[in-house]
Every structure is written in structure tokens, then in C-alpha cells.
């Protein structure tokens, strides 16, 4: 376990949300089966965000971060029976999962080239990996781990198919924590990863390109839920390049 002050900011984001969330959810369903079933589900997915950002270890990060996509794809596909749920429950999983694999070789290129996997010894050796032969290769993965998680261009389309979930999971996870952790992780590695022209030039030409675009694909929408998702990836779009 790693808590500084970043740790706990999204610690408290998730518990505070989530409480809410929890409390909407038990008046959302009127079946008690389907509550039950639900709340099981969005515990296992609080506890698998709560690990990501307490993380000591990347490859505890690593399992915490593919914990939320597996388990996402259950709350996206809760309503099994229809088609939309189904497909963007897929097309979510495809995404954030492929992604979490290009983290993975990144998480261990950055262990191998400190030596350790330990997140301390990671953040104590930033100008180790900035000189690295390896570095590219390390930005490259971690970016594109970060910007799947958070529906960053080209990736942007998964998140508004997501929102065929029930409205808890749908305010909960693609509003308020699973999209924010690849904004965690980037804030998170920023100390030894940032402050190089790939790094700068990456963040904020995605992320303005993101938030422009998907400004524009909200006006479109005539769903409400369509529109929330849209707005909430510009959103993370202006977070990423700030």
C-alpha cells in the first residue's frame, strides 16, 4: 500500500461517490434479486478502485486495473437480455482491456529499467528513466493504458456505449472513478515521466483534440444519457491536457 496526499484525493473521490451511488442504487431497483446482485458488483468494483490507487506495487496496480475492466463489463452487460448492453459491454472490455495489457509491458519495462517494482523506489528514480533507452517505449504503453481508461481520442467511443448500463453503474463508473484512473495514473507517474517534449506534447494535443471533439458530438445528441457521456469525456479531455 502507497497512500500520499494524490492516493487519498481519489480515495475519498471513491468512498464519497460511492457512497452516494449506493445509496441512489437502493432505490433504483424494485426487484430485490436484481438490487442484490447490483450492490454485489459495485462493492467488487469499489474495491478493485480502491486498490488501484493505493497500489504500492505495479503489478498489484496491474491486477487492480484489469479488476475494474472485468468487473465493468458485468455492471455495463447487467441488463444481459438487450443487444446495446451486450455490444457495449464488449466493446468497453476490447478497449479497456487491450489497453491495461500495453500498460502492463510498459509497468514492466519501467520495473526492469529501476530495478524495482515497488512504486517508492519507482518515484525516487525519475531522472534514471528519462535518460533510459527504454523511456519512448515506456511513454508510448503508459499513455495508451491512461487513454483508454479514460476514453481519450481515438478511444473516445466506448464510454457513450457504455451507457447502456443501469444509471448507478453508468454515474458511477463512466462519470466518476473507472474514466478518472487513467487520469490517476498519469497525475501518478507524472513526477518521473513528465516534463519531456513526448510527454507534453502527447497529453495536451490529445487531450484538447478530445475535449474540442467531444464538445461537439454532445450538441448532437438527443438522448440525455448521450449527452452526459459526451460532455464527460470532453471533460476529461480538458483534465488530461491541463
Known amino acids: 500500500?502507497?497512500?500520499?496526499?494524490?492516493?487519498?484525493?481519489?480515495?475519498?473521490?471513491?468512498?464519497?461517490?460511492g457512497a452516494a451511488v449506493m445509496l441512489y442504487a437502493g432505490y433504483y431497483f424494485e426487484d430485490a434479486q436484481q438490487?442484490?446482485?447490483?450492490n454485489v458488483m459495485l462493492l467488487g468494483f469499489t474495491s478493485s478502485m480502491l486498490a488501484l490507487v493505493m497500489a504500492g506495487n505495479l503489478i498489484t496496480l496491474f491486477i487492480a486495473w484489469e479488476l475494474t475492466s472485468v468487473i465493468s463489463f458485468l455492471l455495463i452487460s447487467f441488463k444481459g437480455k438487450e443487444e446495446a448492453a451486450r455490444s457495449g459491454a464488449s466493446?468497453?472490455?476490447?478497449?479497456?482491456?487491450?489497453g491495461g495489457l500495453a500498460l502492463f509491458v510498459g509497468l514492466l519495462l519501467m520495473g526492469s529499467a529501476v530495478g524495482s517494482l515497488e512504486l517508492a523506489d519507482i518515484l525516487?528514480?525519475?531522472?534514471?528513466?528519462?535518460?533510459?533507452?527504454?523511456?519512448?517505449?515506456?511513454?508510448?504503453?503508459v499513455l495508451l493504458g491512461a487513454f483508454t481508461k479514460s476514453a481519450q481520442f481515438p478511444f473516445h467511443f466506448w464510454l457513450p456505449g457504455a451507457m447502456s448500463a443501469p444509471t448507478p453503474a453508468s454515474s458511477f463508473l463512466h462519470s466518476a472513478t473507472m474514466v478518472k484512473a487513467g487520469i490517476y495514473l498519469l497525475a501518478r507517474f507524472y513526477p518521473?515521466?513528465?516534463?519531456?517534449?513526448?510527454?507534453?506534447?502527447?497529453?495536451?494535443g490529445i487531450g484538447l483534440i478530445t475535449m474540442l471533439l467531444s464538445a461537439?458530438?454532445?450538441l448532437r445528441q438527443r438522448d440525455l444519457k448521450g449527452?452526459?457521456?459526451y460532455s464527460t469525456v470532453s471533460q476529461l479531455g480538458a483534465l488530461v491536457a491541463l
Not at 497512500?3 to 468512498?15: C, E, I, K, M, R
Not at 438490487?35 to 447490483?38: D, T
Not at 531522472?127 to 511513454?139: F, P
Not at 518521473?192 to 497529453?203: K, M
Open 124 to 141: 525516487a528514480s525519475g531522472d534514471v528513466l528519462r535518460e533510459h533507452a527504454w523511456y519512448t517505449g515506456i511513454v508510448i504503453l
Open 35 to 38: 438490487a442484490s446482485r447490483f
Open 227 to 229: 449527452i452526459l457521456a
Open 192 to 204: 518521473v515521466l513528465g516534463d519531456t517534449p513526448l510527454w507534453e506534447s502527447g497529453l495536451v
Open 91 to 98: 466493446q468497453a472490455l476490447m478497449i479497456t482491456g487491450g
Open 1 to 17: 500500500v502507497y497512500l500520499d496526499g494524490l492516493a487519498l484525493l481519489f480515495t475519498l473521490l471513491v468512498t464519497g461517490i
Open 216 to 218: 461537439l458530438l454532445a
